[in-house]
Each structure stands twice: as C-alpha cells, then as structure tokens.
C-alpha cells in the first residue's frame, strides 16, 4: 500500500513542478530589436533540458558504474534505464539547440524564421495567402513558402496581434478560431 501512497505524491508533485515550469514560461517576454520583435522559446525550457541532461547523464553513471569498476566490460541484466534515458538524453539536446537556434521575427512587414540550423525563411505579410492552427502551431502559408509559429514561443500575442491587423480575416479567421477554442487559459 505504500507504493500507492508514494506514487500519488509522485503524480502531484510532477504536476505543480510543471505548472510552476507552465506560469514561468508564460511570464517570459518577447526580446525587441528595433522595430523588430523576436519570438524564441522561453529560457526556463533551456535550463530545464540542461537540468535533464545532467540528471539522466548522473543517473546512467549511478547505475552502470559500479560494473564498470570492477575493470570488466559487464553491462547490468536490466538495461530498462539506458533504454529510457538515451533517447531523453537526446531529445535534451535537440531541445538545447531549439532553444538556441530557434526564432522568429516579426515586423509591420515581414516574417522571418531561423530554425533547428538556422535555415532561414521569409515572407511578407502581404503574401500570405493560407493560415492554420493544428498541433498548437500556426502555419502561415505564401506561394512558395510556409512558417510555421508554434504557441510556445514567448511573444505570441504579438503575433496574433500583426495576424489581425495585416491578413485578411477570411483568410485568418479559422485559425484564430480553432486557436480560441483550443486555448485553456
């Protein structure tokens, strides 16, 4: 019974530490540049995958270092932590380099977006001719390219904002719409 106990208080504290994570997250302002806005990941997820990969990396050296110590190439029988913490140690990583490289920026003209290896794409406001939401991300559409604006990155509302001021609303109003719906707080 106490595994209960200690399994519930598992689950409530994951789910404060990741309202906490979700209210810092949200506090977090776009960064101006002149005229120019620039949408980015907010900080917090950049601290939090170095936090996880120091975390998995101790983990990994904890359980599997003691076989190694003995000078023999002996892996344990369960290797249940290695299969679960290479790939989050991975995904930390991606998230290290998203955070870093990740942006958009925006002005009354143009849109541009750097992603995971600073690949660069713009357009101009003027061009969009197609807008979605799915997947917690806008898609902004033009003739030959696409954006897309995921509503993690801090500055969001200045987005939504140039997004009803400049397209027009029959090209933008059901991504809007779908967005307003989906959109819990």
Avoid at 12 to 26: D, E, Q, S
Avoid at 111 to 133: A, D, Y
Avoid at 157 to 181: G, M, N, R
Wanted: net charge positive; with cysteine.
């Amino acid at each position: 019974m106490d595994w209960i106990l200690d399994h519930i208080v598992a689950e409530i504290a994951a789910a404060v530490f990741g309202f906490i994570i979700y209210l810092l997250a949200k506090q977090t302002k776009p960064k101006e540049v002149g005229d120019k806005i620039v949408l980015r990941l907010p900080i917090i997820y950049w601290y939090l995958a170095i936090f996880l990969l120091i975390f998995l990396f101790g983990l990994l050296v904890r359980v599997y270092y003691p076989h190694f110590k003995i000078g023999e190439f002996s892996l344990p029988s369960d290797l249940a932590v290695f299969y679960i913490s290479s790939p989050m140690m991975i995904a930390s990583i991606i998230l290290l380099f998203y955070c870093k490289n990740h942006e958009i920026i925006i002005d009354k003209k143009t849109i541009q977006s750097f992603g995971l290896f600073r690949n660069k794409s713009e357009l101009s406001w003027k061009e969009i001719n197609k807008v979605t939401f799915s997947q917690s991300a806008f898609r902004v559409y033009s003739p030959k390219v696409k954006i897309e604006i995921i509503t993690y990155l801090a500055g969001l509302d200045v987005f939504l904002k140039f997004l009803q001021e400049i397209v027009p609303a029959e090209i933008s109003k059901d991504a809007l719409k779908k967005y307003k719906s989906s959109s819990l707080f």
